[in-house]
């Protein structure tokens, strides 16, 4: 059982920035694979960009060059900072995680950006 902790969403004007934190209950290299997805009212949730144990990160086009992934495992926590945010970038954010086959998501946290 893996469990995960977002914080640092809110809301920020279009072209701001935010940290998203997320805290794993193992230590986030036992996992394959952790990082953030996001759903937008009446939307699919996809992916935003997560990072392998071996360091390959995958991330939607939409965000490249604008969001970054990093971890720190001696707080097994995962961040995603985002800059150059825009409206489209409104939505919920879930951490995830993939733990030899089984995936886990957080409660998800709230960004918004106002226009």
């Known amino acids: 059982q893996v469990r995960l902790v977002e914080s640092g969403g809110g809301l920020v004007q279009a072209g701001g920035s935010l940290r998203l934190s997320c805290v794993a209950s193992?230590?986030?290299?036992?996992?394959?694979?952790m990082g953030w997805y996001r759903q937008a009212p009446e939307k699919q949730r996809e992916l935003v960009m997560t990072i392998t144990t071996g360091g390959t990160i995958s991330y939607a086009d939409s965000v490249k060059g604008r969001f970054t992934i990093s971890r720190d495992s001696a707080k097994n926590t995962v961040y995603l900072q985002m800059n150059s945010l825009k409206p489209d970038d409104t939505a919920v954010y879930y951490c995830?995680?993939?733990?030899?086959?089984?995936?886990?998501w957080g409660q998800g946290i709230q960004v918004t950006v106002s226009s």
């Open positions: 193992r230590n986030i290299f036992s996992l394959n694979t």
């Open positions: 995830y995680a993939n733990w030899w086959g089984t995936t886990y």
